[in-house]
């Protein structure tokens, strides 16, 4: 498994808590609660835009610019 196949996984898992929090939101009625799923909701959101750019990055071709000059891998 790759470093692009990893990131796919993890992915997966994160947009599925992403829908867990979303189906969940629908019938918590204690506004405590809802703050709180709605917070882990969105850090998910935030988490998954990171990782599909980590994984279109790794996906796409490296042309001749990036074999001269390797960008730095940011974490």
Sequence with gaps: MNKSDTL???LQSKMSNQLF???NLITIRNP???Q???QMRDDETRSIVKL???VQK???APNLITKI???KARY
């Design 36 to 38: 709180v799923f709605t």
């Design 52 to 54: 599909q750019k980590n």
């Design 8 to 10: 796919k996984d993890i």
């Design 32 to 34: 405590e609660v809802r």
């Design 58 to 60: 790794l996906d796409a």
């Design 69 to 71: 000059f390797p960008s």
């Design 21 to 23: 929090y979303n189906e």
